[in-house]
């Protein structure tokens, strides 16, 4: 369907390519369709740049179908490889300063209630794990701390990708990449638990794997984030070129490490957010 909010500029209708005019006509708009009907729509172009077998460029088409109300979602992005693909999304979208969206979601997410009283505006911050757990750590954690109703989504591909290969704080223990030769030093960070001693509500890990799953999380974070308070998600991601696999071997990848215990999916979600769920989901049936 054809969105109002959402409009190729005069003039430049006949200049854009077939396929950015398809996501343009043919948007998640006003469809409420979820994973099972992918590819009956459009939420990211075919030609976004991202590498052959991205986890990330996966995850994040899931993620975009899983939105519950793209209309009215404002997605605030960070520097890094999920960077490079936003301009080819459905959605409107905001790129902060890296390691600041957080700062600018809450600013963003305030203006909106202001702004537009009563309506539901889901403001979802999406940005690496670079960004989320290292770089941006300060305006991540006091978001929750203020208890801002965003939510939060981690593509964890466990390295700086953008930028050639060098640790995060989500790379495991020992790992070795391009600008990490000697070995990661110490363990891969737990954030989901940093996140709810944070005060999160709702708190997933999930995985592309799995798109059902992923997009429950994806959905119930934001519909908790919409009424409870702040709500994380983190996408495990894998990332072939810097981890060396064959791009066709990236989901694969994440049912060994699962197999093996070494990668794990969680949730959780506080006793008010349960209850608020549950109310959502039941009436739903
Ligand atoms: C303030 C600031 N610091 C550092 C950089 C350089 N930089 C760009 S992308 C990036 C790494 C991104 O890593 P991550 O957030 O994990 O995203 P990925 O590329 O892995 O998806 C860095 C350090 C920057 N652009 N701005
Ligand atoms: S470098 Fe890795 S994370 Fe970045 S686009 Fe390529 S495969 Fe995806
Ligand atoms: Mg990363």
């Known amino acids: 369907m054809k969105s109002d909010l959402w409009q190729i500029s005069p003039g430049f209708e006949e200049v854009m390519p077939a396929e950015y005019r398809e996501l343009v006509d043919n948007g998640p708009f006003g469809k409420?369709?979820?994973?099972?009907?992918?590819?009956?729509?459009?939420?990211?172009?075919?030609?976004?740049?991202?590498?052959?077998?991205?986890?990330?460029?996966?995850?994040?088409?899931?993620?975009?179908?899983?939105?519950?109300?793209?209309e009215d979602t404002i997605i605030v992005g960070a520097t890094g490889c999920s960077s490079l693909a936003f301009p080819q999304v459905s959605v409107h979208n905001i790129h902060s300063l890296f390691g600041n969206q957080n700062a600018v979601a809450t600013g963003l997410k305030r203006a909106l209630s202001l702004r537009f009283p009563g309506q539901v505006k889901d403001v979802v911050v999406i940005a690496g794990d670079g960004a989320t757990c290292d770089i941006g750590l300060?305006?991540?954690?006091?978001?929750?701390?203020?208890?801002?109703?965003?939510?939060?989504?981690?593509?964890?591909?466990e390295a700086y990708a953008n930028t050639g290969g060098q640790e995060s704080g989500?790379?495991?223990?020992?790992?070795?990449?391009?600008?990490?030769?000697?070995?990661?030093?110490?363990?891969k960070v737990n954030f989901p638990e940093i996140a709810k001693a944070a005060g999160c509500a709702y708190v997933a890990v999930a995985e592309p794997s799995r798109p059902k799953r992923l997009e429950q999380a994806v959905r119930r974070a934001i519909l908790v984030a919409r009424e409870i308070g702040p709500a994380y998600v983190q996408l495990f991601t894998p990332c072939p070129t810097n981890y060396k696999f064959k791009p066709s071997e990236t989901l694969s990848l994440i049912k060994k490490r699962e197999q093996e215990g070494v990668f794990q999916t969680m949730e959780y979600l506080s006793p008010e957010a349960?209850?608020?769920?549950?109310?959502?989901?039941e009436a739903k049936r």
């Open 170 to 187: 989500m790379s495991r223990i020992g790992t070795v990449l391009n600008m990490a030769p000697q070995g990661k030093k110490f363990s």
């Open 138 to 157: 300060e305006a991540v954690v006091h978001s929750w701390f203020r208890g801002e109703k965003l939510a939060t989504i981690m593509l964890d591909n």
């Open 274 to 281: 349960e209850a608020y769920i549950k109310q959502i989901e």
């Open 32 to 70: 409420k369709l979820g994973v099972a009907d992918m590819g009956t729509f459009k939420e990211l172009l075919e030609e976004h740049p991202l590498c052959a077998g991205c986890g990330l460029a996966l995850s994040l088409r899931l993620t975009l179908i899983a939105l519950p109300n793209p």
